[in-house]
Structures are given as structure tokens and as C-alpha cells.
């Protein structure tokens, strides 16, 4: 079945960089757009990046320039590299898969912890 698993969380610095890995097993079709969500206790999951099946990206604006997706089909992974990291970026980050053939349909990872601090 469909599996999204996260790695690469961690403590950091600000200033400092991380990149998140999402491996993906299963059923996931290239076509889907991949992305990186984020979210804080007490808040909506948030958008952080998306990338298609052409390469094209869209980042939150809270993160443009510092933040980077890429993707690897033939590894069927996705990446986020973190630069310039601030305390808020601070949230449990979750890899999404999004379906958009026959329908809507979105796949999440477990999440992985990114705590940025001093």
C-alpha cells in the first residue's frame, strides 16, 4: 500500500539548515504533485513547498529563498532543503502526495520534528 516516510528532522540553530527526505513506497503514481506541509500545535496544517511532475514549484512566502523541493522520480523521493532557518519555521513537517486524476486525493507521512532554537 501507499507509504510516505519522512526522515532528516532534528534540532537546529537559527541560521542553521536541515533537509527533509520523504521516501515513497506503494501505488504513487510521478504524475502526483509532492509537497511539504507544516504545522503547530494549535494551528492549521500549513503549505510549505509543492512540486510537480514537470519540476515546477510554489513555496509558501514565508520561506521563498530559503527553502528548496526538489524531487527524484527515480528514487521516488522528495526533498526539502532548509537554509537560513528561524525559530519560526519550528513545526512537524509532513510530506504529501497529491492525486489529482479521478478525483482529489492526498497521501500523508507520519511527520518529522524540525525545532529550531538556541
Known amino acids: 500500500q501507499v507509504q510516505l516516510v519522512e526522515s532528516g528532522g532534528g534540532l537546529v540553530q537559527p541560521g542553521g539548515s536541515l533537509t527533509l527526505s520523504c521516501a515513497a513506497s506503494g501505488s504513487i503514481s510521478s504524475l502526483n504533485t509532492m509537497g511539504w506541509y507544516r504545522q503547530v500545535q494549535g494551528s492549521q496544517r500549513e503549505l510549505v513547498a509543492a512540486?510537480?511532475?514537470?519540476?515546477?514549484?510554489n513555496y509558501a512566502d514565508s520561506v521563498k529563498g530559503r527553502f528548496t523541493i526538489s524531487r527524484d522520480n527515480a528514487k521516488n523521493t522528495v526533498t526539502l532543503q532548509m537554509n537560513s532557518l528561524k525559530p519560526e519555521d519550528t513545526a512537524v513537517y509532513y510530506c504529501?502526495?497529491?492525486?489529482?486524476?479521478?478525483?482529489?486525493?492526498?497521501?500523508w507521512g507520519q511527520g518529522t520534528q524540525v525545532t529550531v532554537s538556541s
Open positions: 512540486i510537480n511532475t514537470f519540476g515546477n514549484a
Open positions: 504529501n502526495s497529491r492525486r489529482y486524476l479521478g478525483g482529489q486525493r492526498d497521501y
